[in-house]
């Protein structure tokens, strides 16, 4: 089984966004896949909880925010959505579950400080050795200087990038709607599609 967590301590940054489009395309690809929530909004259980039963099957896994059970043994792929302040107990118990760690930053200064932190305690802990970590910038406008300012920090990571989300609508009305990028047809999404393209590589171990 594959295990994707999506965590950054700071809340608000896209971690629901990320953790269930990561899901519609676990699902688009006819894989077994269910989808955790320890955030306290629950965001992404309220999208599962939307999603129209003609769409593809993406399963709950139930997880107890204080405490991290494995996933239903019938996944394949698993995605956890993990909370805003996470770290200690709660951090090392994701570390045990994870194989993949993707980690949402958006360009301002607060984010992009708090997930230094974030990394440098993911790299103090035995347990990251070998768990694969990727980047995704968030909300991004390439126009602006905090987009440069985020490609900077990035930089200096050495960690991989996996892509450059922007700022649209369309993963609004899709959440409402319980569904992801990946319940369309390509050509309505073709701009966002483009955007995963690295993510979705990773992803599959590419």
């Known amino acids: 089984m594959t295990v994707v967590a999506v965590a950054n301590p ?14 519609g395309y676990y699902a688009s690809r006819g894989h077994a896949v269910v989808l955790g929530d320890v955030d306290r909004q629950q965001s992404a259980r309220l999208w599962l909880q939307q999603r129209p039963a003609a769409a593809r099957p993406i399963g709950a896994w139930d997880v107890e925010p204080d405490r991290f059970d494995k996933p239903p043994k019938h996944a394949t792929h698993a995605v956890l959505d993990t909370p805003a302040g996470l770290h200690g107990w709660r951090l090392k118990d994701m570390l045990k ?10 360009p301002s200064v607060f984010d992009i400080f708090a ?17 694969p970590i990727g980047i995704v910038g968030m909300r991004v406008d390439a126009r602006t200087i905090a987009a440069d300012k985020l490609h900077a920090f990035v930089d200096s990571l050495g ?9 649209t609508q369309n993963y609004i009305h899709l959440a409402a709607h319980g569904l992801s990028l990946f319940d369309l047809s390509p050509g309505r999404v073709a701009r966002d599609l483009e955007q995963w393209q690295g993510i979705c590589a990773w992803l599959d171990g590419a």
Do not use: C, M, W
Not at 10 to 23: E, R
Not at 115 to 131: I, M, Y
Not at 159 to 167: A, N, Q, S, T
């Open 115 to 131: 997930t230094r932190q974030f990394l440098d305690e993911l790299a103090a802990h035995r347990r990251s050795a070998g768990v």
């Open 159 to 167: 960690l991989p990038v996996l892509g450059y989300l922007r700022d």
């Open 97 to 106: 579950l994870a194989d993949r760690i993707i980690v949402p930053l958006q």
């Open 10 to 23: 700071k809340g608000g940054v896209g971690k629901s966004t990320l953790a269930t489009n990561i899901a």
